[in-house]
């Protein structure tokens, strides 16, 4: 079992940025792939970014891709979301999740993680 907790969301005016920390406790975390998903009022939860266990391959959704960068630390069983040049668009709550991720193909889906954190909400204004 891990338990995932996010921090770090708020509110920003566009342009600014937000650094999302998730802190994993339970079984080792440096098994599992990570990844951050998002979910707006009114719309499905959508693929952000995505990092594999080791950290040598990193993932990301076009609509972010540039702005944001994943990272992870498993020393400190940690991993991040580092959120720049942010748009109201982004506006969503963000969640991370943990999962054991076999092919590259698998690391958008949502339904390949089996650990989620509570989520925290980031709000950009305009």
């Known amino acids: 079992q891990v338990q995932l907790v996010e921090s770090g969301g708020g509110s920003v005016q566009a342009g600014g940025s937000l650094r999302l920390s998730c802190a994993a406790s339970g079984r080792a975390f440096s098994r599992y792939a990570m990844g951050w998903f998002r979910q707006a009022p009114g719309k499905e939860r959508e693929f952000v970014a995505a990092?594999?266990?080791?950290?040598?391959?990193?993932y990301y959704a076009d609509s972010v891709k540039g702005r944001f960068t994943i990272s992870r630390d498993n020393a400190k069983n940690t991993g991040y979301l580092q959120m720049n040049s942010l748009k109201p668009e982004d506006t969503a709550a963000y969640y991370c999740?943990?999962?054991?991720?076999?092919?590259?193909?698998?690391?958008?889906?949502?339904?390949?993680?089996?650990?989620w954190g509570q989520g925290t909400q980031v709000t950009v204004s305009s």
């Open positions: 999740a943990a999962g054991i991720i076999i092919g590259y193909k698998d690391y958008p889906k949502d339904t390949k993680y089996h650990y």
């Open positions: 990092i594999s266990a080791s950290g040598d391959s990193t």
